[in-house]
């Protein structure tokens, strides 16, 4: 990876994945592509950065003209709760976006090319617990859909041009550097957020729904690690399985009074129940760690000292 293109630069993963990919390859060779919303100074200061639209295939092609693009982070998605309420703009975001960006890959000749799926492309007939790698893939949500679509058009670049498409199903990711974004799982990153704030946090979800999470740290991790792969070890091109743990809402809950001791959570379930009932309880990774070596640090505990702590610095 020299020179290195990353698009949807301020969602939750991008935002966080760029700053330690301009560490270990210089934030010269980083160019973050946003849509409309504005950078703050010290990430638009931190390196290259440029507007342009993922459905606009000329606006991605000088891009990757401009500075001489040989791998790509297609990271732009509309997530599961906000694609129920607008299907259509999700198709097409989704969809036509990784489109172009596959055309444009094998057009140009990039080297290596990653995109996000997600346990979305899971749905209630898929086994809940211990998914396997390969399984039945029925989602009920757009999202979903996109995925599944998503993964199977990343496995026909790879094997009708050759494109190194990489791709991996995050589960459920916490973070404390980006606010809740419409995702099913958010529940898990908005409790941080509202203890912390509110000393209180009603949840969307049941307090017995229980999802596969990670945390960022991982979750980038993974990313780095499975691009930095040997193309050889690379055997699933749809997308691999990942996770780290899974807990109930009720065991987060408790788990975040223990570090903010007056802290309330009530669960009022509401049309994000159904989504996260359609999702497994816990996924076998197996292959990522047979393929590249996946292990995650991260468990309950470290992701809630972690959480709240630096959300009470940004908050002071």
Not at 17 to 27: H, M, Q, W
Not at 91 to 105: F, I, P, Q, R, S
Request: net charge neutral.
């Amino acid at each position: 990876m020299k020179k290195i293109l990353v698009t949807g630069a301020l969602g939750q993963i991008g935002s966080e994945l760029i700053p330690e990919l301009r560490k270990k390859y210089g934030k010269d060779n980083v160019i973050a592509v946003g849509h409309h919303k504005k950078p703050s100074d010290e990430f638009k200061n931190s390196g290259p950065f440029e507007i342009a639209d993922s459905n606009n295939k000329e606006e991605l092609r000088q891009l990757i003209e401009k500075y001489n693009i040989d791998t790509i982070f297609h990271l732009v998605g509309i997530l599961s709760a906000v694609g129920e309420k607008n299907p259509n703009l999700a198709w097409d975001v989704n969809m036509t976006g990784l489109k172009n960006m596959l055309d444009l890959a094998v057009e140009y000749k990039i080297e290596r090319m990653f995109w996000p799926s997600s346990i979305a492309a899971f749905g209630p007939t898929t086994p809940l617990i211990d998914t396997p790698q390969k399984t039945v893939l029925e989602p009920t949500t757009m999202y979903g859909v996109t995925k599944v679509s998503g993964e199977l058009l990343c496995q026909y670049y790879f094997v009708k041009y050759g494109l190194d498409v990489r791709s991996i199903r995050y589960p459920g990711i916490i973070s404390w550097k980006t606010p809740p974004g419409g995702g099913t799982t958010d529940y898990a990153v908005a409790i941080y957020y509202d203890a912390v704030k509110n000393g209180s946090y009603d949840c969307f979800v049941n307090e017995k729904t229980v999802l596969p999470m990670m945390y960022m740290n991982d979750s980038v991790r993974a990313t780095l690690e499975l691009m930095e792969a040997p193309k050889e070890k690379i055997t699933v091109r749809t997308a691999y399985n990942l996770t780290a743990i899974s807990f109930s809402a009720k065991e987060l809950s408790e788990n975040v009074a223990k570090y903010i001791p007056n802290f309330k959570c009530t669960f009022t379930p509401d049309s994000r129940q159904a989504i996260a009932d359609s999702w497994p309880k816990t996924i076998d990774d197996s292959k990522a760690r047979e393929d590249w070596n996946w292990k995650p640090d991260f468990d309950l505990d470290k992701i809630s000292v972690d959480m709240i702590k630096n959300l009470k610095i940004i908050s002071s």
